[in-house]
């Protein structure tokens, strides 16, 4: 016996250190349904539950490595033009997008020496009130850029915006990607509290995803989050299964964190922000979704080495999946902003 049982503990040390499984392949369409387990009620629900969370009137403006010393940053945030930059001493600086004297757009203008210069007229603004001009609190997280803007948030301000647990900064690696849709900002997050249908809607990433209610139902108290069992693929046969658990944290930002196989405590943060109407009025917004790649294995080290050229993989992983995702949250505003949403 004693051989038999120094070959099963070889195997599973094996397992341990090679985080890759065999699958056999199913069909996509022999796959188990999820459409039953998917109730529109439960998603409305777990909706109802973030929109009810205070998010202290911030919203995800950027990637901090976006804003850098030289140039200003511009974006309209729920239909509030804002710009930001940083100073000499590299903290950030916000405040409306257009100049005070006649409205020229600041995002266009340079920073000299700390100061953004207008590029009509030639104002300075170093970031404090001046005349028709009244900064925005800003904060750098290290990854993202929020903005504080009382006026379209409409609740009661919070010093710093709501922000979920990360790993160390020093044993991780961030890359953030961006895209812009026509829809709201519930609709973004709503996509991202249907895991339901990851299998069927991405079968090039994902396979054998189940929902453990029992782990958390959004239907029954939504605040404790869901878990989801899922295996990644990687290539031919080759998952890696792991357990994530999302929870929402604000209005605005679903949080997926790894909590059991690869990567644990890993984290991917969705936060969608509303822009400005389209010329035909139509809603349009930002989603701003940061991946921080973590691994307890040794082998990690030398990804963090070559993150310059891991990050463009990590955002176009994004990038592949947010171009399905997108296509689902655009629908489902059209089909509510006619009446015809069935949930």
Request: net charge positive; charged share 20%.
């Amino acid at each position: 016996m004693t051989g038999r049982d120094d070959t099963g503990a070889r195997r599973r040390g094996l397992r341990d250190r090679v985080p890759l499984r065999l699958r056999k392949p199913v069909p996509w369409h022999r796959q188990g349904p999820t459409w039953r387990a998917a109730k529109p009620a439960v998603i409305a629900q777990a909706l109802k539950w973030a929109n009810a969370q205070p998010s202290g009137n911030w919203y995800v403006l950027a990637a901090s490595t976006e804003i850098r010393g030289n140039a200003p940053f511009g974006r309209n945030v729920a239909g509030t033009e804002v710009v930001v930059w940083r100073n000499e001493a590299g903290r950030l600086l916000a405040g409306p997008g257009a100049c005070p004297h006649l409205g020229a757009p600041l995002r266009d203008s340079p920073v000299v020496c700390g100061t953004l210069v207008c590029h009509w007229h030639g104002l300075a603004l170093d970031g404090g009130p001046f005349a028709g001009w009244a900064p925005y609190p800003v904060h750098d997280d290290g990854v993202l850029v929020w903005v504080r803007l009382d006026g379209p948030g409409g609740e009661a301000p919070l010093e710093k915006p709501v922000l979920p647990v990360r790993p160390d900064p020093a044993r991780s690696v961030a890359a953030v990607y961006t895209t812009v849709g026509t829809c709201e900002p519930e609709d973004i997050v709503a996509n991202r509290l249907d895991p339901w249908h990851g299998a069927w809607f991405h079968p090039y990433s994902f396979v054998d995803l189940t929902v453990d209610q029992q782990a958390g139902d959004p239907a029954a108290d939504p605040g404790d989050g869901f878990a989801v069992d899922v295996s990644f693929k990687v290539a031919g046969r080759a998952v890696v299964p792991v357990r994530a658990v999302f929870t929402t944290p604000e209005p605005r930002t679903v949080v997926m964190h790894i909590t059991e196989g690869e990567g644990v405590g890993s984290v991917v943060e969705t936060h969608a922000t509303p822009l400005g109407p389209d010329a035909l009025g139509n809603p349009r917004t930002a989603v701003i979704e940061a991946v921080v790649a973590t691994s307890g294995r040794p082998g990690f080290a030398a990804a963090r080495a070559a993150a310059t050229l891991l990050r463009p993989l990590m955002r176009r992983t994004a990038g592949r999946l947010w171009r399905d995702d997108l296509a689902y949250a655009e629908r489902r505003w059209a089909l509510r902003s006619t009446g015809r949403f069935p949930g």
